[in-house]
């Protein structure tokens, strides 16, 4: 339960002086609900004006604050500007320049009576002019300097800043939860104080830090109890005999990296308390295998193993790939997705419940209610980004004692957010890719050569090859989404027949998709048209063309998935990445990078000095919360440190019972990482 001395800040908007419902409709459109909302609504640059007796040419660009009389005026016809004309102290005419309603203007500024305005100072021609300047009232002048806040329609920057000081004063003082040697040698101030100066200075880039870290060290601290709770909690060592392992009949030898990683899973399982491992591999490194070889483990030791695909596409591919290897060696593998109704659905949860199913695959539903099963030892979520720490846990309650877990991540992720998102948990690597696969060649073109594209993709189909076609997300809706596949689909149907172009896209129902997806596997298709919905893990090698219209839309971790479906057979591969005419610089540096390297892993990084972390983890769709004030550069500066700080507040001041301890747990509400206190409670 939350502390006491937190309610004032988690109390409703409309709880805040001033606030009604219109307001907090306002502030809601800013995700800003709660008062702590708004204090942490931080403001992100300054307005600086100058108070000057008069204008001069040195202004110009400036905001200033002066004192002018109105001495003529001008309104032009329809819907031009009102212009008025007004002198400084010195006889310089100022132009006053508003676009509309000019009765008020007018009305404001009365020909003959002196007024004070502030505005920029622009030159026009040969005047000096300001549009829409601020006309001050009654001797109220504005600061002259103004922290300036992200807004949106309906609140001005003044009124956000009341908002924002009358949240902060609900902040009470909080004890110290940072490690005292660390504080004196960074010169932090407390909690409160920084949160204020962060908004009275926003160039207060201490305060900033000591805020930045306080949220990534809650994080932290968060993940380490989580990992110490996991540990204390008993498991059932899993340990095969190698009698169904050493039936298996693989196409070529594991790789060396491959090899590495089985043994130390095997380690893991092993061991009474339960595995926690992340593996991470670039794609096509061959991380399925690896899974495969941890469920057989299970399976020799007479457990079930679950695994966890993030698409039905990806879930039915799964089961395909392990039957083939499976039913030769007396395995059952079953699937469960949410499309899965009446008696097939009521076969699989009596085979999980009576043991007769060795390896479930499925999506969210193999971890509903109902589903329960006979001896769950292990489980594998593949695409881990779609799964954040509060769904790895609950997937563990499904057994008697807690299973072991692997999480594999499609793309690697970057070494400081590996330590943000998944620092309760081990790390392998799959540094090496398999044998027989010849980089991607990558090639960026003008969407003028589209027509070029087009013949090149027929000679490609005509000499037996098959190829995807990604489509854009032209705005943020499924609808427009899927209409840019459909229109292209069109296009090159007429081109090529119907017969030979398939079209997936997100608004489909499963049932259709995996037939598209099953013609294009089989070869019955040649071209397959898509949206993002082949982003990760489908497999097809004999397809050889990637082409990526709109290339400059996609994030550079989506790119290089989507390149991934290439280049998996023996082969050479190609990947066409289709720009517009107007690029934005990053997407320019992104589609320059593409061609440069095949390196997953220095695509990440750069991916996260470009976008930031919140996107490359998915944690917006997954609901985990992104940081506040941390940047990417902050995280990876102060993550290592948050990361040592927790560690000795658990191994060496007494943990969350110590004094240090107990204000830590008071920061772990204030930034919503308290599902680890509630672990902690209940075992």
Known sequence: MRPEILNPLFAEVEALKGVGPGVAKTLARLGLTRAVD????????????????????????????????????????????????????????????????????KKQLPQGEARTVSGKLEAYGDEWQIIHPEVLEGGAEPPLSEAVYPLTEGLTNRRMRELALVAIERAPELAEWVEPSLLGREGWRGWRSALTEAHSDPLASDARKRLAYDEIFANQLALLLIRQHARRRKGVPLAG????????????????????????????????????????????????????????????????????????????????????????????????????????????????????????????????????????????????????????????????????????????????????????????????????????????????????????????????????????????????????????????????????????????????????????????????IATTVIEVGVDVPNSTLMIIEGAERFGLAQLHQLRGRVGRGTAASTCLLIRGQQMSESGRARLGLMRETNDGFRIAEEDLRLRGPGEILGTRQSGEQTFRVATPEMVSELVPMATDDARLLLDRDGGLASERGQAARVALYLFERDQAVDLIRSG
């Open 241 to 528: 005999d190698g009698r169904l392992t050493g039936r298996l009949d693989l196409p070529y030898s594991l790789t060396g990296a491959q090899d590495r990683v089985i043994r130390e899973i095997q380690g893991d399982m092993a061991q009474a308390a339960p595995m926690l491992r992340l593996l991470q591999g670039d794609v096509g490194s061959g991380k399925t295998l690896v899974a495969l070889f941890a469920m057989l483990e299970a399976v020799e030791a007479g457990a079930q193993a679950a695994f966890l695909a993030p698409t039905e596409i990806l879930a039915r591919q799964h089961v395909a790939t392990l039957q083939r290897q499976f039913d030769a060696i007396g395995v059952r593998v079953a699937i469960l997705t949410g499309r899965d109704k009446g008696r097939a659905r009521e076969a699989v949860l009596m085979g999980l419940a009576d043991g007769s199913i060795d390896i479930l695959v499925g999506t969210h539903a193999i971890f509903q209610e109902k589903v329960s099963y006979k001896r769950l030892g292990l489980v594998v979520i593949d695409e881990q980004h779609r799964f954040g720490v509060s769904q790895r846990l609950l997937l563990t309650e499904k057994a008697a004692h807690p299973p072991h877990l692997l999480v594999m991540t499609a793309t690697p992720i970057p070494r400081t957010l590996t330590l943000t998102q998944f620092g309760e948990m081990d790390v392998s690597r799959l540094d090496e890719m398999p044998p027989g696969r010849t980089p991607v060649e990558t090639r960026v073109i003008s969407d003028e050569k589209l027509p070029d594209v087009v013949d090149g993709l027929g000679r490609h189909i005509a000499a037996g090859g098959q190829a995807y076609w990604v489509c854009p997300l032209v705005e943020e809706s499924e609808k427009s989404d899927s209409a840019a596949a459909e229109q292209r689909a069109q296009v090159l149907r007429l081109r090529f027949g119907p017969e030979r172009v398939g079209l997936v896209h997100g608004r489909m129902k499963g049932a259709e998709k995996d037939d598209v997806m099953a013609a294009f596997a089989s070869g019955a298709l040649s071209l397959l």
């Open 38 to 105: 708004l204090a942490y609504h931080l403001p992100t640059g300054t307005i600086e004006r100058l108070r000057v007796p008069a204008a001069s040419a040195a202004m110009i660009g400036r905001i200033i604050i002066v004192d002018v009389t109105p001495f003529d005026s001008r309104s032009s016809a329809g819907r031009g500007p009102t212009r008025i004309f007004a002198a400084d102290s010195d006889g310089n005419t100022i132009t006053l320049t508003f676009f509309n309603n000019p009765g008020w203007a």
